[in-house]
């Protein structure tokens, strides 16, 4: 039986330690420490691990880190929505997103040729040069065939990429693939569109790419879920997982309620009476704001995989180094 | 100015009444009374009207009143998820969804078969039955063509469904186009799957589907959004307006929050900094459970429309009739 | 078993026809509906009931309704938030809100000595005014005796109040008991320390009111809860019914999440652990906006109960009465 | 301008820099940097700060937090509600507090005499060995005299207390009021009728409390909010700010949602309207679970304040001290 203990600051605490305070308080604290440590279970497993995020949190800044967890091996298929492959291929061509308000005057913005999303602002010129980047790319791919899954095109766009900061970046050097059941969804979709005009032969094949999805794990893996939101990025995953006989372990975080019926707001609770994940699984729902409570969450889940050597280095371009530096310090 | 006006209940009140007493009462219901307004003028202006819903609304039992939407003219392009299209389809062959609890034991589900859906149960003999009829509806679209755009795959299957309270059946026989941007994210994907494994040429176009949204108003058409729920069909339909100059009126409801960015919970107020809607649209953003805010707000848009004579016959397969008998009850 | 049943509309309906058509509807509808049956049940079972509402609802052009419901014996005891008892005075001077919008810019309306709550607004006259009325009432109490307790206070103002919409009006005449916990937190709360300073042997008496709301249900009767929000109304009410042994029927309506562990988000299952509610109660926990939720559920519940003879005349005054005319309409 | 910024986990980071990082990271993010620079900037202008909170953040295990932010000078005022009161004295007294499940099976737990908060569980013992302290402090009380405010009498029992995790004991210790608007509204509620049963002159005076709060500030004192959770505990402490001139800071930190025009859910934006806060005050609302929100922006700030001086000693019991050792660590 476990108590709930007082949470105190200590100067100069870290971040570890601010974590590990949290993890005896109740509510989404105790739930964000059941999160935590599903997390490192799973990695423990050696899960393959499904992790899904909507665009929003590419656009917040979380996205280098995205980058970075898929650089440190946390992820072994990444699904998302097309807006969070668009900004990170933006961000890698060096567009930078204004920290705007909720409380913004919408027509003023409009005419200004801003777009707020939430509390951020995107400027119309950052789409228009996306546009000047995106059609070449599709040129490039375009010549080498011409009948594409989705996946394979992130991948080669990934290739193309020269950032570090870039989940695709990471994904298609990491061997990570990166799905996107609804690519049309999006500016890229309108991209695709006005290629095909000119290329009526160009095709994307999103059936093949469920095949992908639904091969890239087996029914032997053990499976994990880490879900960021709702939308059909977490839907798909838990598909492809189930189709596979259901996830090992699970993690959703989202602000979506269960009270509507809605796949965002379904919980892991839910997802075991389909079979999604296993009845005896590991499994953790957090509601809260991805922005904060995954970072919280996530580096305190590699504070103790690092200290424990699980994030060791994975081999990459046939090179084998080491991601993180080791330190000395103690949580 | 418009004064709070104390709400009452009159014995055997009609539900157009009902609305009318919420229409001065604060707070969310002020929200709803400017919906049904907006929807009255949408209709009026005769508006192309984009309606986007989420598939537990079809598992809801919303699905017969959204195939009446379509029948008395109120939607003229249809965006949704594929569950809500299986779920349509299932129907139709006659499952029946059973009325469960929140509060189950999930595991206990699993055991007996039964997935739960919040408060609803489907069995997982509908999903069986349901792979038999699929399979030979791809067949038939297989002899016709190899390359199908996700709204042709989905106007022919209503053309081979008898149920006037199903969706795809009103779809097809009133030339209202049905979306899906995330076909494969299904049991349907799955079969879609399945069949190209023996059938490498079917193809399934999402990029010409997008072409064919885009196209299904100009920017001369008048444009209206009902927008159920969030995901990509709220933002599918959206991003159809943006591409054609804008809508000019546009209803949200949704239980999802503004305040973390999302898409789902994107007011209609910061679409207008992206010109989704036009800076002098009319708009109104609902915050709720769409079972029980859509259909008091529906009805009594509808009770309106149809007193003013907006509801008119459409002229459907060459037979001109009257959808609804005009009685003479006064609300 | 119960199945859903799709919901259509049909021209003309009443109310009770829009709430049975939604009541095999999935999600917050079939909650809707559990809580309807709910109230039928504990009204059928002679129950003491306690009603329970925020300020906001009296605001908002709910306040009528709720002075019905007290007239037509739905309601036994009622526990609020001083701003509930301000503004239903408010109001029963003439004083007109108005209707609003949650996007105003809060600065200009400061200058124009306009308040907002939500989506409506209230001016500072109003307020002024009310300062005018509540002075000479409370020095007529003082007239009477020294030492109050609060329920008895409001019992002599709603006396004095001369409006049928009035819920104070209505309660001193059903013989309803008004409580409110906090009674100091507001404006009222204001003028009591200002008569105070002038009469310092005046004394409200917290204390005295806990023994009333406690000995006004006894360990015997049947007992019921419909709360309507959260806040100290709703667990003031839980805890006089915790102490007289648990409610046998129990709705709560809100908005807000159980996922805080706040009492505002407690669910009537939570309830249970604490034996608030009996293990074998009737209970419904609906979400959603009060000032949507509540009037359709409980015009439903009062359309059944007034059909079956359960709103029967109450002893009022010495004069029996009919509260409702009886018509013959069907539903 | 201010740009969004990537965020990255580096080994052993600091909570500092966790938040600094989150600092540039938008939505919920944005928000919270908003409120850890608003605490910054209102202790530098040394307000008088108004610090609230539910009882239900003292089960958490906020507590020991919450007495150390009064020990280190960041709470002037502190406005809770009863709950908050009896589980800080039942922590004083040893009880533990069990972290146990949301999805509990709450009738099993009854019949072990376990009540659930959330997701925490409190043992009907607690409650029980409660009421063996209340009434001896009552009584020591009473013999000093017979006419209380609420705030003399937690002062009295603070002084009672020897648990420097006890907010009780840091208040009465630091000369920092406590209020309490709905004093019965709780188990101390019923102790309270128990004694004045057998001491019918025993008084609690909320009247004489309200004049405290009023005049525990002035019209020239700069002033603060750190509202955590809705409830009275907030609108108590704004309406003293208001009848006071306004807040010049304000940061509330809540899961309550604004569109339903609950106190709970007022953003310090509507707050303006009112006069609440000032026009050109800093604030912020930040929306999340302030189990894990409150902790990480407050430690921020606090390591902030530290650094530059700003938590220097209080003058405490005649004795000068310092209440944090400075080490040297860097953020």
């Known amino acids: 039986m476990e108590y709930v203990r007082d949470f105190r600051w200590k100067k100069g605490m870290s971040a570890c330690e601010l974590a590990q305070g949290l993890s005896k ?41 995205f980058a970075q967890i898929v650089d440190t091996g946390m992820a072994d298929v990444i699904v998302t929505t097309v807006g969070g492959i668009e900004e990170d291929i933006m961000k890698a061509n060096g567009e930078k997103f204004i920290i705007g308000d909720f409380n913004s005057n919408d027509v003023a913005l409009h005419e200004e040729g801003i777009n707020r999303v939430g509390n951020l602002f995107i400027r119309n010129e950052s789409y228009a040069r996306f546009e000047d980047i995106v059609g070449p790319m599709l040129k490039k791919l ?36 990166v799905f996107c059941p609804a690519v049309t969804d999006g500016a890229f979709g309108f991209h695709l569109f006005m290629f095909q005009q000119d290329h009526p032969d160009f095709v994307v094949d999103v059936v093949k790419d469920f095949s992908n999805i639904l091969f890239c794990v087996s029914h032997d893996d053990v499976k994990g879920l880490i879900c960021l939101g709702g939308s059909i990025s977490k839907h798909h995953a838990i598909l492809a997982c189930l189709l596979n006989g259901g996830a090992d372990y699970a993690v959703y975080m989202t602000t979506a309620r269960h009270t509507s019926g809605s796949m965002s707001g379904a919980t892991t609770q839910e997802a075991k009476s389909w079979g999604k994940i296993k009845d005896d699984s590991d499994a953790a729902t957090v509601i809260g704001d991805v922005s904060i409570t995954f970072p919280i969450a996530m580096v305190h889940a590699l504070e103790i995989l690092e200290k424990e050597g699980f994030l060791s280095a994975k081999k990459r371009n046939g090179k084998k180094e080491d991601k993180l530096v080791r330190g000395d310090k103690k949580c």
């Open 142 to 177: 375009y010549l080498k065939k011409k009948r594409w899954a989705v996946s394979e095109i992130f991948r080669e766009i990934g290739l193309m990429i020269d950032d570090e900061n870039s989940i695709l970046y990471q994904a298609a050097r990491n061997d990570v693939p």
């Open 25 to 65: 308080v109740g509510f989404q604290s105790v739930e964000l420490e059941r999160a935590v440590q599903t997390i490192v279970k799973m990695k423990k497993a050696g899960a393959k691990v499904f992790f899904t995020y909507t665009s929003n949190m590419v656009t917040s800044g979380l996205r280098g880190f």
